[in-house]
């Protein structure tokens, strides 16, 4: 700058002229045309955060356009009804698969089809009510569904237990025209068949 004013004093023009020669470049900041860079920077980042945005809300209503909201809020629904549902359905079938085997169900899915579904539900805290109730009827009613503690057959009138004669149980002997119905029963067989 002392450059520029060695020679005296300088109109406006003549310093315009002497700092684009020196590599200036001079502003009239009087009337509020000079903004500083960094406010600059800032106002450019802000503007093209606004111009992103706009583009992504415009984006987002043609992907809406057309839509009416209130249909989307009752399939919203719709499928908030069948998710829960769906889900106290798995909840009712595991805990239905969970008892059967504790009752020792022979086989899980022809005793399932024996129980009354409509009437088996889930309460409000998750617990299953209406099946104890249908197992202990089958147990008594259709005994064959299912084997004792010990593994063997229910009583039915269709055939013995079994054993194996070579651990000193008793010989398969099932009943006039009885099959064998479970896994000891099968394996008491084939021992009498390979021991005889």
């Not at 860079?37 to 980042?45: F, G, N, S, V």
């Not at 706009?54 to 989307?72: H, V």
């Not at 409509?118 to 099946?131: A, P, Q």
């Not at 009583?155 to 479970?182: E, I, L, Q, R």
Request: aromatic share 6%; proline share 3%; hydrophobic share 35%.
């Amino acid at each position: 700058m002392k450059t520029l004013f060695e020679a005296g004093a300088l109109t406006w023009e003549q310093f315009s002229e002497a700092a684009k020669k020196a590599g200036f470049e001079v502003v009239n900041a009087a009337g509020g045309a000079y903004v500083p860079k960094a406010d600059l920077d800032t106002k450019q980042r802000e503007l093209d955060t606004a111009n992103t945005t706009i583009k992504d809300l415009r984006e987002t209503a043609k992907a809406w356009d057309g839509k009416d909201p209130k249909k989307l809020e009752d399939d919203l629904k719709t499928l908030q009804t069948k998710y829960d549902t769906d889900t106290a359905n798995i909840k009712r079938d595991a805990a239905i698969d969970l008892a059967l085997v504790k009752a020792h169900a022979r086989d899980p899915q022809l005793t399932r089809a024996a129980l009354k579904m409509d009437e088996i539900k889930l309460d409000k805290d998750g617990k299953v009510t209406g099946l104890d109730a249908q197992i202990e009827g089958l147990k008594k009613d259709k005994a064959w569904l299912f084997e004792d503690e010990a593994g063997n057959a229910g009583s039915n009138g269709k055939g013995a237990a079994g054993g194996d004669p070579a651990a000193g149980g008793s010989a398969y002997n099932p009943a006039a025209g009885g099959k064998p119905n479970t896994v000891t029963d099968l394996g008491s067989a084939i021992a009498e068949h390979y021991n005889a």
